[in-house]
Nanobody, 121 residues
């Protein structure tokens, strides 16, 4: 099982970034995939998650990102995307994707290496 993120970078406030997480060894029929972030000196927090087992698709968002971030997956259910619009300086963090239990219950121990997102003018 492997997860690889891409798409991080630096953007000005109000800008957009799209993060990608590619899974190998499993797909969304096996596990949900979530995005987490951790800023320096702060605890890790869940950002969003997608559960797409069978034909049902459920998405979850932290209150801090609702209406600004959108999570989606490709048709093969092996890649998950996090479209981040209206970025704010407080979104600056290292973002990780992780495999989670069904219905986005909790991480199960498979994590990507993370990508840095910096929002600054």
């Amino acid at each position: 099982v492997q997860l690889v993120e891409s798409g991080g970078g630096m953007v000005q406030p109000g800008g957009s970034l799209r993060l990608s997480c590619r899974a190998s060894g499993f797909n969304l029929d096996d596990y949900a995939i979530g995005w987490f972030r951790q800023a320096p000196g702060k605890e890790q927090e869940g950002v969003s998650c997608i559960s797409a087992s069978g034909s049902n698709v459920d998405t979850y968002y932290a209150e801090a990102v609702k209406g600004r971030f959108t999570i989606s997956s490709d048709s093969d259910k092996t890649s998950v995307y996090l479209q981040m619009d209206g970025l704010r300086p407080e979104d600056t963090a290292r973002y990780y994707c992780a495999a989670e239990t069904e219905n986005c219950g909790a991480p199960i121990g498979y994590w990507g290496q993370g990508v840095q997102v910096t929002v600054s003018s």
